[in-house]
């Protein structure tokens, strides 16, 4: 069955509407008309919900038809795949669309409609706060080609050739943890003195038992609850700037790809957990100074959790293709941050170990030379 | 009073020349290249070894010399051996021809202490690393108490060398293991560059730790414990074996050489 879908349409020329990064508006790219994000939202409102009553109508007055084509053949079961799909109709071309349960806004392949899906986010689905694109699509291609400069390494043929073969604007699910870390750490300090005394050279040693405790308050430490996006990749853009949180609109998606969580809170505990008490860890190793040599002995960290909010993030995910692969790139919707590891050309590694390695072992071998007389 | 003041200064001022003239002139003739006052050598030991320091001098236009003493500290050089070397071979006025090229193996038998100095054309046969070499021709006859050997081989060496100094061909070390050296730390400083470059090119990991997300305030430290537990000491004795002396560190005269025990 479809699902109900929401697409925002320029209430002037019911073009599509599309978030516009770095603001708080709704641009028709048709007519040029700019709406406030609570306009829409109130307009578009009162529409989703008669929009519910004419397909839940529809649900229960079928129309008939007196002699069927025979279909009885055909699976209406997607089998054990059906469960992990959702189909939804596109609002501006009607095309039937099929994507996966997790999928929570999108665009119409057909005719490039973006559209959400707002069942994805109702109820405890609802994400608690987002923070908006900062980041267009341009800029985020020009984030990427800054991210190659001073890159020694990087094949030409990848400057010269390298295509973006998919550029995708994404809301990624993140948990937000807050909490605190609190417990002890014990290290052995050693002070080390040298000095000489006659003929004798004594290196004298003092040996200490360091002890610190203390605790440290985490908020909103972010972990990806998406099982589509690289962890790794997620990690590697932090850190987004709160400050412009938002509470959750939908008004936020057009004309972004968002998905739903797909890791539970349960799931990520374990890397937020390790996150915080790592932080703990180091925090109080940095307040053990004065000493030549530091060992931590042990470590009793324990953590109060406290609340998790749910979150969407702007990505920026970037496909490129060189030489027939495809290299992900992940950008920072919002602070334009790129992740992603660039191909590297053995020929210019090869180079610049050759320029260093034979000068300036020329010039060792004439520095041998001239000491040896 | 003021006289005899004058008298008792006047006697401790010839004591103490007659004790440095000892020392600097003491026994040196002018075909005397071998001076024992420790009496480690027999009659004949002496004079064939002062016929070869002889034969080799006047050969090689170089002096070369050694000097036997019980107790180096006794003739008021203070308690460096290589002073007091140098001292012995400008005082007096060692070496061959107006340059006075030369060299002196002194031993001083009371804390078994050696030195050697080398002068003008000297340094050119013997520089650090030929003196290094040098020393080890005898130093092992001398730990066995083997005068006369010690000395033989130190004759016999210093004229090889002084051979090939002559032929314009002086023993040097090879470069070849310090530019083996040279060339290691050379191509580890490339691999560290080059490594630096290459993980730019590489940035995705995983986060371990959430520095960023610390509320204001930071860490509250709570508690604070530097406990002393013990000193531990170590005791390493320095080896004198390589001290030298250089031309810029001596003044009036000059020259190179090292100083140790056997």
């Known amino acids: 069955m479809a699902v109900q879908t929401t697409n925002y349409q320029c209430p002037a020329c019911t073009a599509p509407l599309q978030y516009a990064a770095g603001t708080d508006k709704l641009e028709c790219q048709f007519c040029g008309s700019s709406f406030d994000l609570e306009t829409v939202e109130q307009y578009y409102s009162e529409k989703e919900k008669q929009a519910a009553e004419a397909m839940e109508e529809a649900r229960q007055n079928p129309i008939s038809e007196e002699d069927p084509w025979d279909s009885s053949q055909i699976e209406e079961s997607w089998g054990p795949d059906g469960a992990a799909m959702r189909t939804y109709t596109c609002p501006s071309c009607t095309a039937e669309l099929i994507c996966d349960e997790t999928t929570a806004a999108s665009s119409c392949p057909y005719c490039g409609n973006p559209t959400v899906i707002p069942g994805q986010f109702s109820g405890a689905l609802k994400p608690d706060y987002v923070i908006p694109f900062q980041l267009d699509k341009k800029s985020a291609i020009a984030a990427l080609k800054n991210h ?199 020929g210019k590694v090869a180079a610049m170990f050759a320029s260093l390695a034979i000068p300036l072992s020329a010039l060792g071998y004439l520095l041998a030379q001239i000491i040896a007389g | 009073m003021k006289r005899q003041l004058l008298k008792i200064t006047l006697i401790l001022l010839l004591i103490l020349s007659l004790t440095f003239s000892v020392f600097a002139t003491g026994e040196w003739r002018n075909d005397a290249h071998i001076l024992d006052r420790a009496n480690l050598l027999t009659q004949e030991e002496n004079e064939a070894l002062n016929t070869l320091a002889s034969q080799i001098s006047n050969e090689y236009s170089c002096g070369i010399y050694i000097m036997t003493v019980p107790d180096f500290t006794a003739y008021g050089f203070g308690y460096d051996i290589f002073e007091a070397a140098w001292r012995t071979y400008h005082d007096n006025e060692l070496g061959y021809g107006p340059g006075r090229d030369g060299m002196i193996l002194m031993l001083s038998m009371a804390d078994r202490d050696y030195a050697m100095f080398f002068y003008g054309q000297a340094e050119y046969a013997f520089n ?67 490594g630096i470059f290459w993980a ?63």
Request: aromatic share 12%.
């Open chain 1, 148 to 346: 190659y400069k001073g890159k020694l390494f990087l094949p030409q043929t990848f400057l010269d050739t390298n295509t973006i073969e998919k550029i995708q604007g994404v809301y990624v699910p993140f948990w937000l943890y807050d909490g605190e870390a609190y417990g002890n750490m014990v290290f052995t300090g050693k002070r080390i003195r040298t000095y000489r005394r006659g003929d004798d050279e004594i290196t004298e040693t003092d040996h200490y038992l360091v002890e610190r405790s203390g605790s440290l308050s985490f908020e909103k430490v972010p972990v990806d609850a998406s099982t589509k996006m690289p962890d790794e990749y997620m990690d590697s853009i932090e850190p987004f700037n709160y400050q412009q949180l938002q509470p959750f609109s939908t008004a936020y998606l057009p004309g972004f790809l968002a998905d739903k969580f797909d890791v539970s809170i349960e799931q990520c505990n374990h890397h937020a957990d390790e996150r915080c008490v790592q932080s703990l860890q180091n925090a109080l190793r940095n307040t053990v100074i004065g000493y030549d040599i530091v060992e931590p002995r042990s470590s009793n960290i324990k953590l109060r959790r406290g609340k998790v909010h749910y979150a969407m993030l702007p990505v920026w995910l970037l496909n490129v293709k060189w030489n027939d692969k495809i290299h992900l790139f992940a950008i920072n919707g919002q602070t334009g941050r790129v992740a992603g590891n660039l191909p590297v050309s053995m």
């Open chain 2, 128 to 194: 650090d690393y030929g003196q290094e070499q040098l020393e080890t021709v005898f130093l092992d006859n001398f730990r066995n108490d083997d005068w006369f050997g010690g000395f033989l081989d130190y004759l016999e060496t210093s004229e090889e060398y002084l051979s090939l100094a002559a032929q314009g061909d002086p023993v040097r070390e090879s470069p070849m293991e310090m530019a083996g050296i040279f060339i290691f730390i050379a191509v580890i400083i490339s691999a560290v560059v080059t």
């Open chain 2, 200 to 262: 730019q090119m590489r940035n995705v990991h995983s986060k371990r730790e959430a520095s960023h997300y610390i509320t204001d305030g930071g860490l509250k430290l709570k508690g604070r414990t530097d406990l002393f537990l013990r000193r531990s000491r170590v005791v390493r004795k320095i080896p004198k074996q390589t001290s030298s002396g250089s031309s810029g560190s001596r003044s009036g005269g000059g020259g190179s050489g090292r100083s140790g025990k056997f």
